[in-house]
């Protein structure tokens, strides 16, 4: 159980074009969702927290208006990198929990989705 | 600011070896702590958690993981790797910070194991 699907795996794109990112949990209800970049041979960079229904918080420094976060429903979330440039290809992941108070929810990875800008 | 240390960022061993792991975060309130995984061509995966209770906590494929409240350690430990333990793997810490809970990851520790 607890399996999260990304599409696409990769996807190459030309500079100043939008690219959208589909983050899904299959077998269970994801009531918050993480979008992380990673960086190669760094650690994940959370870059915003969705939660269903509700505007996205996005962590310092990341532009919410070209990293744009959708969480229609407690399945699927969305980014879309709008006018991309070649800095912002990297490697997405996302996660999805179930919403656990007190912090205690375990994270449930997608296997991530490689954006290239060219 | 909150923040994970992880100070091994390459370790080599081989088949048999004990391994252990360093992770320290700088947070003075409650933390929940994790190991994540991930194997050559995955996606992260859960090893172990700690939110309370006895701090040394077990976790799957024979790992296991000591909370030191006092030295704000979470070490990963594994008294046999194998060869299918080659992966990388990230300490993550869940702290409340301005009203919320945010998760920290670590920089991870790549491992392989020589069979």
């Known amino acids: 159980g607890a399996v999260v699907s990304q599409h696409p795996s990769r996807v190459i794109c030309k500079s100043g074009t939008s690219v959208k990112i589909e983050c899904r949990s299959l077998d269970f209800q994801a009531t918050t969702m993480f979008w992380y970049r990673q960086f190669p041979k760094q650690s994940l960079m959370l870059m915003a927290t969705?939660?269903?229904?509700?505007?996205?918080?996005?962590e310092q420094g990341v532009e919410k208006d070209k990293f744009l976060i959708n969480h229609a429903s407690l399945t699927l979330s969305t980014l879309t990198v709008t006018s991309a440039h070649p800095e912002d290809s990297s490697f997405y992941i996302c996660?999805?929990?179930?919403?656990?108070?007190?912090?205690?929810?375990?994270?449930?990875f997608g296997p991530g989705t490689r954006l290239t800008v060219l | 600011a909150q923040s994970v240390s992880q100070h091994n960022h390459h370790v080599i061993l081989s088949e048999a070896a004990s391994l252990e792991l360093g992770c320290n975060y700088s947070y003075g309130g409650t933390v929940n702590l994790f190991w994540y995984v991930q194997y050559p061509g995955q996606h992260l995966q859960l090893l172990l958690k700690?939110?309370?209770?006895?701090?040394l906590v077990k976790g799957i494929k024979g790992f296991e993981a000591e909370f030191i409240k006092s030295k704000f350690s979470f070490n990963l430990r594994k008294p046999s790797v194998q060869w299918s333990d080659t992966a990388e793997y990230f300490c993550?810490?869940?702290?409340?910070?301005?009203?919320?809970?945010?998760?920290?990851f670590g920089t991870g520790t790549r491992l392989k194991v020589l069979a």
């Open positions: 996660s999805a929990s179930v919403g656990l108070a007190g912090g205690t929810d375990t994270q449930y």
């Open positions: 993550a810490v869940n702290a409340r910070g301005s009203g919320t809970y945010k998760y920290i």
């Open positions: 969705s939660n269903e229904g509700s505007k996205a918080t996005y």
């Open positions: 700690y939110f309370s209770g006895d701090p």
